[in-house]
């Protein structure tokens, strides 16, 4: 696992009426701080990314739908660096994965129906902060966005 990711299991308490989806509270141990929450949505079989924040921190959880999400470790101090690792997140894996800076990330949304991602960062959006990079020529992450039969 990258250095410094979180991955916290989340619940969801259905009842005849739907359901509660918690994501992300100020009490819980991994929340730092508040900064904006916005949503991003893609069809399926589109790639969202790479992208890299400088100050931010992302708090990642898929209220609807599947995405592969995957991380590359870009700091050279971290005893991960250059490490890829995915995570397969949304309708079966409901959690929230929290993204320290410095770590490359893109999301390919999987599945048959559209994802809803949501994410609530350290700080509001600012473009200036964030590094993007193409999803299919970006040659400093050696990475096959293609469906993988295992």
């Known amino acids: 696992m990258i250095e410094g990711l979180i991955i916290t299991p989340l619940r969801r ?18 929340f730092i701080k508040f900064g904006e929450i916005y949503f991003s949505t893609a069809y399926p079989g589109v790639i969202k990314g790479w992208h890299e924040h400088t100050k931010q921190i992302q708090n990642y959880s898929v209220i609807s739908g599947m995405i592969k999400l995957v991380l590359y470790d870009n700091r050279n101090e971290s005893s991960t660096y250059k490490k890829i690792q995915e995570i397969f997140m949304g309708d079966d894996n ?29 700080l509001p959006h600012d473009p200036t902060e964030m590094k993007s990079y193409d999803p299919l020529n970006f040659k400093d992450i050696d990475y096959d966005w293609s469906l993988k039969m295992k």
């Open 13 to 30: 308490i259905p009842d005849e009426r739907g359901s509660i989806m918690h994501m992300l509270r100020s009490d819980s141990p991994h």
């Open 94 to 122: 409901y959690c929230l994965v929290t993204i320290p800076t410095g770590i490359i990330m893109g999301y390919k949304c999987i599945g048959e129906k559209k994802c809803i991602l949501a994410n609530c960062s350290t």
